[in-house]
Structure formats: structure tokens, C-alpha cells
């Protein structure tokens, strides 16, 4: 069965800062990942995915993450954080077609917070 | 109006009564979700329609009872439930598994469900 760790439950960065989250799974085939950030009160927003070819991909708002096969890590990289990026993130891996639609499994989130 | 709507976005309840979540979606997907998000628990996924059908139920208690009369609506019917019931219940949308699919899951907002 599919699963995924986020090691850090709680990160504090100054604005300004550069941010890394960390996302780790563990799935027999090649992975489909994603990045979701959920803002205080809000649902989830996909921020990235990944499917296949080029290992680093970009993202919304500034984010970029990469997959990292040989350490099965997929994570979650920001060169200059800002005070709206406080929120919690989700990392997932999924299998995208089968016949039960589209099997995320989430880690249990990282709750940023942004010091001025 | 576009994206995954939810309604209400809040509800407290008892533990005897009768009510209900709605969700609908306006993306032309064919496969729908409930997950329960507790704090400090991961994302649990709860039902899976696909093309109206249900195709996951992950072991969720008889008092929670889904509906999907068609692609662009869920519902989640609540019957006696249980303090330990209160969480948020997100709603999403994808595309069935017999389109393309991209793999990702849009969210609503949530419904904050109260059981006192």
C-alpha cells in the first residue's frame, strides 16, 4: 500500500527566507505526486504535481518541488517565502487511473508559520 | 459559478438529529469525493463515486450515508452521529477513470461539522 511521510509537523521561517518541505513515500510503481496547500477555514489547492519527465517542476505562487526516485522524496522548495505563504501543505501520491478514480493518500501536513 | 461548492460551510448538530452536506461541482468531472479531516489526523478518504457509482467505501460507519443522484452532485447524509464525528468534510471533484486524466483532485472548502 501506498503511503506518504511529512517529517516536520511544524516549520518556522523568517519572511524573506528560503523554505524546503519535506514529502517522502513509499509506492511500488512510479509515483504520480502533489502538493496542496490549505489555507486557515479553507479547502485544498493543488500547488504542483508531478507525472514523468523532468524531475523539477514548477508550481503556483513561486513553489517548485523535486522528485528524487532515488530517495523517494518529492520535496517542496521555495526560494523566498512570504507572510501569505502561512498555511498548511499536503503532500499525496496517487494513482491517477483505476477503477476506483483517483486514489490520493496524503502525509499528514507541515504547518508553516512566517515570522515578520 | 465554477470549481466544488459546499454547503453549509458550517454545521452543529446533535447527536439524534437528521442532516446533510451537499457538494457540486462545476467541471464537467465524473468522479467524486469525501475525505474527513480531524485535527491532528491525516486526511481520511471516505467515499469514491465514479460515474455515479460508488466505487470506494473505506470502512466508514453506517450513520455517515452518501448520495450521488448524478456527476455533478454529492451528497452526505448524517444520522446519530458522534462527538468524535466533528471535523471537516471536503468535497472533490476529478476526472472519471475512463477520461484522460490528469490525476488531481479539486477541493471545496469544507463543511465544519460540530456533533455536540
Known amino acids: 500500500a501506498q503511503s506518504v511521510t511529512q517529517p516536520d509537523i511544524h516549520i518556522t521561517v523568517s519572511e524573506g527566507a528560503s523554505l524546503e518541505l519535506r514529502c517522502n513515500y513509499s509506492?511500488?510503481?512510479?509515483?504520480?505526486l502533489f502538493w496542496y496547500v490549505q489555507s486557515p477555514g479553507q479547502g485544498l489547492q493543488l500547488l504542483l504535481k508531478?507525472?514523468?519527465?523532468?524531475?523539477l517542476v514548477q508550481g503556483i505562487k513561486g513553489f517548485e518541488a523535486e522528485f528524487k526516485r532515488s530517495q523517494s522524496s518529492f520535496n517542496l522548495r521555495k526560494p523566498s517565502v512570504h507572510w501569505s505563504d502561512a498555511a498548511e501543505y499536503f503532500c499525496?501520491?496517487?494513482?491517477?487511473?483505476?477503477?476506483?478514480?483517483?486514489?490520493?493518500?496524503f502525509g499528514g501536513g507541515t504547518r508553516l508559520m512566517v515570522k515578520p | 459559478e465554477t470549481g466544488v461548492t459546499q454547503t453549509p460551510r458550517h454545521l452543529v448538530m446533535g447527536m439524534t438529529n437528521k442532516k446533510s452536506l451537499k457538494c457540486e461541482q462545476h467541471?464537467?468531472?465524473?468522479?467524486m469525493y469525501w475525505y474527513k479531516q480531524s485535527a491532528k489526523k491525516p486526511l481520511e478518504l471516505m467515499f469514491v463515486?465514479?460515474?455515479?457509482?460508488?466505487?470506494e467505501n473505506n470502512s466508514v460507519p453506517s450513520r455517515f450515508s452518501p448520495e450521488c443522484p448524478n456527476s455533478s452532485h454529492l451528497f452526505l447524509h448524517l444520522h446519530t452521529l458522534q462527538p468524535e464525528d466533528s471535523a471537516l468534510y471536503l468535497c472533490?471533484?476529478?476526472?472519471?477513470?475512463?477520461?484522460?486524466?490528469?490525476?488531481?483532485?479539486?477541493f471545496g472548502e469544507g463543511s465544519r461539522l460540530t456533533v455536540l
Open positions: 472533490a471533484s476529478s476526472q472519471g477513470w475512463r477520461q484522460w486524466n490528469t490525476g488531481e483532485l479539486f
Open positions: 509506492y511500488g510503481a512510479t509515483p504520480y
Open positions: 508531478y507525472f514523468s519527465g523532468d524531475t
Open positions: 499525496a501520491v496517487g494513482t491517477p487511473v483505476n477503477n476506483a478514480g483517483n486514489m490520493l493518500t
Open positions: 467541471l464537467g468531472h465524473n468522479a
Open positions: 463515486y465514479n460515474f455515479k457509482e460508488q466505487t
